[in-house]
Structure formats: structure tokens, C-alpha cells
């Protein structure tokens, strides 16, 4: 068959390229999925050596609502799909000074966590967790979903959903800068800024809004059972 007889190709494998092409696929369009590697996946490939996996990119799922659909998009769930293993403590920190610090799932440990650094920071986090949190129920009205191919995208995210103008200081500033609202203990911003590995930016270039995985991980933080590629193998 050549590329005339299909509908749809989609070029790259990843977790993007396998859920767009599956769900064109079950609304009846005939779909080539093209990937230059040997292995499904994009950054969710994971490889085994030794009789060991080992993930090449990402290494945790959080904020599932979004997969969550495409899988509901297949007539099926997540859940069905891929065992998730829950992960509590969702991350442990050693500190510059040897001090280590486990986050919790709950909001209320995470409290407790950061108030043995500081206890002012730590009530601080209830007024962090809430914004992050009103954020976050805002963006689920479309804003993950959206194409952001240019500053053009955000304005219509925006136009669609007016709310989210509430929370500019996220699309304006760093992520250095969304914390310091927040927290002044050094011990605490270096705590709440080990999410900015993930963009592979320092916290002071990294965007604001990712802030919210600070918040994010509180509802939820699963490893899939044989690796990250079971997503993508999941959903071919």
C-alpha cells in the first residue's frame, strides 16, 4: 500500500502521534503511523537490558485526565488498560545541606513536610494548593487540549476561557517567581522547585505555569507497571 491509500499519516510514534493515530482510527479512517526508531513511545520509550527496564524519558504519570480520555476515545479506560502503581511519597528531596525531605501525596502531610523547615512556608502552601488548584480545575475546561503553536493559540485559550486571566502571574512570570510569592525559606524553594527538571530549566527560565505541578501531584502520582512505554503500546 502506498501513502495514497491512507486517510491520515501521522509521522512520530510518540505518546502524541500512537493516541492521535488510534483515535482516527476507531472513528473509521484508515491511518499510517510513521516513526524513525525501532521502539514506540517517544520520551515514554523505555528499554530492557539485563532483565531490567529502564525508562528513556518520562518515569511518572500525574494529571491523567488527559489520557484518561484518549482511552475513553478507544471505548475503553486508563485503568483497564495499564496497571499504575501509586507512588507515596511523591518525591523525596536531600537538600544542599543534607537535609532530606519527603512530599507526601496528602496536601495536609505536605504541610507538615515543608513546616519543619519553615512553619510560616508551610501554611503558606495551603494558600499556594489553592491557587494551584483553582488553576488547575480552570485548565481542565480545554486548556491541555489545545493546540499552542503560537502566542496566537493561548489568546484564543483565553478568549474561550476568560477565567484563566485570574491566574496571568502563571503565563507572565518565571518559575522562580511564582514560588517567591509564596515561600522565602531557602530549604523550602529548593523543595518546591525540583519539578522544574522535568523542562530541563533552571527555575528562574522555567515558565511560571508549571508551577502547578507543585500542586498537581497531590491528586495523584502512578508509575505504569513495565515501564512508561505500556502507555503507548496500550493505546497502538
Known sequence: MGMADYDVVVIGAGCGGVSAGAVLAAQGRKVLVLEQSDLVGGCCSTFEREGFRFDLGASIVEVISSIEDAFRRLGTTFQQEVELVPCDPVYSCVLRDGTQVNIPR???????????????????????????????????????????NGFGDLLRVFARTPALLKYRELFTGSYQGVLGRYFKDSRVLETMSFQTWYVGLPPELAPGVFSILGYSEHEGVWYPRGGMVSIPEALA
Open 106 to 148: 496528602s496536601l495536609e502531610g505536605t504541610v507538615e513536610a515543608l513546616s519543619r523547615l519553615s512553619e510560616a512556608d508551610g501554611r503558606n502552601y495551603q494558600d499556594f494548593a489553592r491557587r494551584m488548584g483553582g488553576f488547575l480545575a480552570e485548565t481542565r475546561k480545554g486548556f491541555f487540549t489545545s493546540p499552542m
